[in-house]
Every structure is written in C-alpha cells, then in structure tokens.
C-alpha cells in the first residue's frame, strides 16, 4: 500500500472560518509533509514532521498550525485564512530519516472567499 | 542552495512515440537524490522514477528512463511509446536530507506534456 489519503478533497472557507485538513498514511513512514502548490507552480514545502515531531517550518504564518497527533496522522488546521491562500494543499510521507522517494496524496483544493 | 531547471514549459508527443523532458540541477553536495514525478489535472503528486547520485546505471521503470549524465548535470526523462493517459504536467526534483529529520524536495518549474492522437 502506497496510498496517501487526503481529505476533504475540496474545501471553501471563509475568511473567519476554522477548517482543518486531514492525511493519512500506512506505510510506516516516519515523515510526513505539507506543500502548497499554487495553480501552474511547482509545490512549496510548508512544514516536515519527523518522528511526530516538527522539523521544518519555512517560515509558514500563523494563521496555518500543522499538528501530528501520530506516526499515522498529519492535520493542518486553517484559521483566519486569506484569498491568497487559495491552493493546492500536498500531504507526503517518506522513509526514516528522508530516504527514499516521496509519496503524495491527491491533495485538497482549498478556496478562501 | 539547490536548484532544478526545466527549460521546456509545454512539449507536444504524438501517441506511440517516445518523448524526452529535459532538467538540469546545480548542487554543491555529493550526494543527492533525483526525482521524476507525473501530476495529472486531479492534482495528486505520482512519483515516476528516482536516480541517486552514485548510481552507476539510469535508472528504469517501466516506460519511463533516467538519461542521468553527471558530469553535465542533467536528469532527463524518457517517456517511451507515449499514450493519451500520459498528458499531464511533470517535475524534476532534487531531494535535500535534512539534518532535523525528513527531507526537502526543490521542484523544477514543471513541464506539460500533451500527447496527441
């Protein structure tokens, strides 16, 4: 099994809304990752999770709070969003200590109104 | 820093012929990861092909090869006997190890691949 499950698959928002996203794995892996991806660019990472616990932050603002509550489960909660958030939202998981390749889910189309 | 170059923003194949999408990298590590991955208009990422630096043979799966030339610095994809489900947009992508834990992909800028009938 392969499969990285994202839901929801597409989600609007208002601007004072508060809205999580939701990834799920099986593969054993012990990283996981959110990427935003805007319409026709390559993704961006936002945040890398290692043995549940946060390693990377790319600078991210607030208003997103990635949370892994186990080695299985990646959340990221969205709260005061703005239009420019609107994307694509990536999960991924990887191998122990980032080898290996990349495994994607089908990711969640968000649009902040 | 990394960097991933993809020179071809659209490219055009005719079904059943085979098709090459070009990427460079610039890296000062001697050991990196290369990486192909297929994103059709749904969205999800499909991982394709992965070549490491110290591999001695490109890479293959399937249709798709890794023409990996080190010396220049390049790690085209070639798409073989192309098909119509085979239209989508693809990435090269570098892999950094980082020292926290997990890994940062730097993506190219993408290439859209149409195959026509």
């Known amino acids: 099994d392969t499969e990285v499950t994202q839901t929801p698959k597409h989600l609007v928002m208002g601007m004072t809304n508060k809205k999580s996203l939701k990834c799920e794995q099986h593969?054993?892996?012990?990283?996981m990752y959110w990427y935003k991806q805007k319409a026709k660019k390559p993704p961006e990472l936002m945040f890398v999770?290692?043995?549940?616990?946060?390693?990377i932050n790319e600078s991210v603002p607030s208003r997103f709070s990635p949370e892994c509550p186990n080695s299985s489960l990646l959340n990221l909660h969205l709260h005061a969003l703005q239009p420019e958030d609107s994307a694509l939202y990536l999960c991924?998981?990887?191998?122990?200590?980032?080898?290996?390749?990349?495994?994607f889910g089908q990711g969640t189309r968000l649009t902040v109104v | 820093a990394q960097k991933i170059t993809q020179t071809q923003p659209g490219m055009f194949v005719q079904e059943k012929e085979a098709v090459t999408l070009d990427c460079t990298y610039d890296?000062?590590?001697?050991?990196?990861?290369l990486f192909w991955y297929k994103q059709p208009s749904s969205g999800e990422m499909i991982f394709l092909i992965y070549?490491?630096?110290?591999?001695?043979q490109n890479a293959t799966e399937g249709r798709y090869s890794l023409n990996f030339q080190k010396a220049r610095k390049s790690a085209n994809l070639v798409i073989s006997a192309s098909q119509l489900g085979d239209s989508a947009m693809y990435f090269c992508?570098?892999?950094?190890?980082?020292?926290?834990?997990?890994?940062?992909?730097?993506f190219g800028t993408g290439t859209q691949l149409k195959v026509e009938l």
């Open positions: 991924a998981s990887s191998q122990d200590g980032g080898l290996g390749e990349a495994f």
């Open positions: 593969m054993g892996h012990r990283a």
């Open positions: 999770y290692s043995y549940e616990k946060l390693s």
């Open positions: 890296t000062s590590d001697p050991s990196y990861g």
């Open positions: 070549q490491g630096s110290y591999d001695q």
């Open positions: 992508a570098m892999r950094d190890i980082l020292t926290g834990g997990g890994n940062k992909l730097t």
